[in-house]
């Protein structure tokens, strides 16, 4: 059964030349989209895609100081003051104060799918950066489809060919559940 999945990861960035997720997105086997780590990017992906929808998507991004994969339960309504590629700032703020504080992902079926298992460990704190942003957005504009975000490594952390493994462990148990 084919897995009915929109998956994106994002392109360079500061010390990230080559962005994991990126190969990754690129790698996976499914539908897939580069997000430029811009706020109007992601805000013009989001926009575009509301229009028609995915049933699922799911968002990656690096974690500088991460080790594994992080599957992130909740999206935080917060930005912070770092510039994006563009030299842009959107923050320190909310990214929209008439929302709640907090969205939870609603790909993951189910709490002990992100318990750690060696390959991923589960997170509440997917930054105040465009990880963030990209996910919280997307809870936000697509309430009727399944959303998640998964942060990676860097390459030096976990190798590209680990990740991809990892990543197909996590998209195999989303076909299952």
């Known amino acids: 059964m084919p897995l009915d999945i929109l998956v994106t990861g994002?392109?360079?960035?500061?010390g990230f030349g080559e962005n994991p997720s990126q190969a990754l997105a690129?790698?996976?086997?499914?539908?897939?989209?580069?997000?430029?780590?811009s706020?109007?990017?992601?805000?013009?992906?989001?926009?575009?895609?509301?229009?028609?929808?995915?049933?699922?998507?799911?968002?990656?991004?690096?974690?500088g100081g991460a080790a594994r994969l992080r599957i992130e339960w909740v999206a935080q309504n917060r930005v912070g003051a770092h510039p994006d590629v563009r030299g842009e700032v959107y923050g320190p703020s909310p990214i929209d104060p008439r929302?709640?504080?907090?969205?939870?992902?609603?790909?993951?079926?189910?709490?002990?799918?992100?318990?750690?298992?060696?390959?991923?460990?589960?997170?509440?704190?997917?930054?105040t950066y465009l990880c963030n942003y990209a996910f919280f957005r997307a809870l936000e504009a697509l309430p009727d489809t399944r959303t998640g975000f998964l942060h990676v490594?860097?390459?030096?952390a976990l190798p590209l060919d680990a990740q991809l493994a990892?990543?197909?462990?996590?998209l195999e148990a989303l076909r299952s559940s």
């Open 26 to 37: 690129e790698r996976c086997g499914l539908p897939y989209e580069v997000l430029e780590v």
């Open 99 to 127: 929302r709640p504080p907090n969205l939870a992902a609603t790909l993951w079926p189910h709490e002990p799918f992100g318990q750690p298992c060696g390959l991923w460990e589960p997170s509440v704190d997917a930054g």
């Open 153 to 156: 490594p860097p390459t030096d």
């Open 39 to 63: 706020f109007r990017a992601v805000d013009a992906f989001v926009d575009r895609i509301a229009a028609e929808p995915p049933d699922r998507i799911l968002l990656m991004g690096v974690a």
């Open 166 to 170: 990892a990543l197909g462990r996590v």
């Open 10 to 14: 994002f392109g360079p960035f500061g």
